[in-house]
Nanobody, 122 residues
Framework: VQLQASGGGLVQAGGSLRLSCAAS????????MGWFRQTPGKEREFVAA????????YYADSVKGRFTISRDNAKNTVYLQMNSLQPEDTAVYYC????????????????WGQGTQVTVSS
């Protein structure tokens, strides 16, 4: 699966952004997908994930209640709706396709997209 993330930008605290991850490849509709984020000097961290059929979603505690992950298999796209953004949400956001294992671990994912920058000003 090849992935292209978009939708990042600069937003004030309390604002919203919607990230998109467009996928190509025959296996997208059967792949669980995840969003991760990374800031300079820190490890990439889990944000949210969604099962291949979309019936199950998973969130990091830090974004629960503010972010929503969804997918449209007809459009080969995964979304991350981010509301009530805070400066600590500033990071490069990556989407990836889960191969096997825990939804929360970077090691479970392959086919990482190139990332999209999200900057939240205070």
């Amino acid at each position: 699966v090849q992935l292209q993330a978009s939708g990042g930008g600069l937003v004030q605290a309390g604002g919203s952004l919607r990230l998109s991850c467009a996928a190509s490849g025959r296996t997208f509709s059967r792949s669980s997908m995840g969003w991760f984020r990374q800031t300079p000097g820190k490890e990439r961290e889990f944000v949210a994930a969604i099962s291949w059929i979309g019936g199950s979603t998973y969130y990091a505690d830090s974004v629960k209640g503010r972010f929503t992950i969804s997918r449209d298999n007809a459009k080969n796209t995964v979304y991350l709706q981010m509301n009530s953004l805070q400066p600590e949400d500033t990071a490069v956001y990556y989407c990836a396709a889960r191969v096997v294992g825990s939804y929360y671990s970077t090691g479970s994912y392959a086919d990482w997209g190139q990332g999209t920058q999200v900057t939240v000003s205070s």
